[in-house]
């Protein structure tokens, strides 16, 4: 079992359309929960990161993590045609050089 | 814009052939990372190194070798390129604590054929 599964995809939306992104992890020790976007043919950039239970708001992004049910979401409001990307999520464990686990990213496009 | 590099950008080489992929970064940070990634597929962590001196391998075996001489400079050397090398190759760079954020160039696609 892998330790970060995230919904596979792709997506396709309409712009002006809630995103929802989705991604579970299996080890209760992961303390940092990130998003990364990668666009085509870049390298991914952090969108959001959050370390406690609950929303955490960033203009059309918010991030979600329920600690309970080791999940955690990326919801983008009224989507654009720019948010066409893979999104990634990324947990950090309690390690000391910092490891991140990725998930295995969710191709999103939204067409005008 | 995170200031860090990569070269090639894209490198297309026989097997057999040594390789060595280029990572710099102009941010002072002490941590620098390689990744692994295939399409549709997660980031695999191959190499890391603390700082000067200092480096281990990641969770993915990977016969490639990695030196750090230098904060700014971290590549990655394949001594004999192989099919089963072809991927991109993604360098990355965090501070020591701070946010933990790992600001990522823009990758080496490396095809072997």
């Known amino acids: 079992q892998k330790e970060v599964e995230q919904d596979p995809g792709p997506l396709s939306v309409p712009e002006g359309a809630i995103v929802s992104l989705n991604c579970t992890y299996s080890n209760s020790a992961f303390q940092y929960f990130m998003w990364y976007r990668q666009y085509s043919r870049k390298g991914p950039e952090l969108l959001m990161y959050t370390y406690s239970s609950g929303n955490k708001e960033d203009g059309r992004f918010t991030a979600q993590v329920d600690k309970s049910s080791k999940y955690i979401s990326l919801f983008i409001r009224d989507s654009q045609p720019s948010d066409s990307a893979t999104y990634l999520c990324a947990i950090l464990g309690g390690t000391s050089y910092g490891k991140l686990t990725f998930g295995q990213g969710t191709i999103l496009t939204v067409h005008p | 814009e995170a200031d860090i590099y990569q070269t090639p950008r894209y490198l297309v080489i026989g097997t057999g052939k040594k390789i060595t992929l280029e990572c710099s970064q102009t941010m002072g940070h002490d941590k620098m990372y390689w990744y692994q990634q295939d399409p549709g597929m997660e980031l695999h962590l191959i190499h890391y190194?603390?700082?000067?001196?200092?480096?281990e391998k990641g969770d993915l075996s990977s016969e490639s070798t990695v030196s750090r001489i230098r904060t700014e400079h971290f590549p990655l050397t394949l001594e004999s390129a192989r099919p089963s090398h072809t991927s991109q190759y993604l360098c990355?760079?965090?501070?020591?604590?701070?946010?933990?954020?790992?600001?990522f160039g823009p990758g080496t696609r490396l095809t072997v054929t």
């Open positions: 990355a760079s965090s501070e020591y604590g701070g946010t933990y954020e790992q600001y």
């Open positions: 190194s603390y700082g000067v001196n200092s480096t």
